[in-house]
């Protein structure tokens, strides 16, 4: 069974800050992975979408990568802005079972004015 | 594209009652899935219909759980004789059969259970 671990569960830093997120699984045989951001009490914005044979995505200031190879993605915001201020999941779809988005436990991100 | 509608927002229960949740998926998506989440965690996959057929569930889900999507159009989601157990958030997605196959989410309905 795909498991999804992220790493670090809550994360704290000032605004203006580059900081990356990291999201890694266990069976590499995956189709796609995708980022989403979830506030408080609501459902999941989707971010980024990597396809299995893509390296990375980009939109805004927000780039994710994908090893699949190593089972790490990482996310990369740039610029971090209290606006920012959300959990951040990543979710696998397995090749062997597209039925399924297998999802990390989140990092909480508060960027502090 | 208006988005997947989830109704309603919040369900408060008493232990025992039955309950039922609505989800409207992107009109176009023929994929529609069901997750539960609860504080602190990722969501956990409840059940998935392609068009009107479920074709996979959850071991998650109990025989008091049931799921429906009549004309491949909204689905409902009832929890007959809740537990306190049940209280989770749970979400509905849908997507399009294609090559990226993105994932859209609802905004959710937070069950509590008293």
């Known amino acids: 069974k795909q498991e999804v671990t992220q790493i670090p569960a809550a994360l704290s830093v000032p605004e203006g800050e580059n900081l990356v997120l990291n999201c890694s699984f266990t069976?590499?045989?995956?189709?796609?992975l995708q980022w989403f951001r979830q506030d408080p009490g609501k459902g999941l914005t989707s971010l980024l979408l990597i396809q299995s044979s893509q390296r990375e995505q980009t939109s805004g200031r927000l780039n994710a990568s994908l090893d699949k190879s190593s089972g790490r993605s990482t996310l990369y915001i740039a610029a971090s802005q209290p606006g920012d201020s959300a959990t951040y999941l990543c979710a696998v779809r397995p090749e062997y079972n597209f039925n399924k988005f297998y999802f990390g436990s989140g990092t909480k991100l508060n960027v502090k004015p | 594209d208006t988005g997947v509608s989830q109704d309603p927002r919040h369900k408060i229960t008493k232990r025992g009652q039955n309950v039922t949740f609505r989800c409207d998926p992107i009109?176009?998506?023929?994929?529609l899935y069901w997750y539960r989440q609860t504080l602190g965690q990722g969501p956990e996959f409840l059940t998935y219909f392609q068009n009107e057929a479920q074709l996979e569930k959850s071991r998650l889900l109990s025989d008091r759980f049931s799921a429906e999507r009549p004309k491949g159009s909204f689905s409902t989601l009832e929890i007959q004789r809740t537990e306190q157990g049940d209280s989770a958030m749970y979400l509905c997605?849908?997507?399009?059969?294609?090559?990226?196959?993105?994932?859209?989410f609802g905004s959710g309905t937070q069950l509590s259970v008293l």
């Open positions: 997605a849908s997507s399009f059969r294609d090559r990226k196959e993105k994932l859209f």
């Open positions: 069976d590499s045989a995956i189709y796609n």
């Open positions: 009109s176009e998506h023929n994929r």
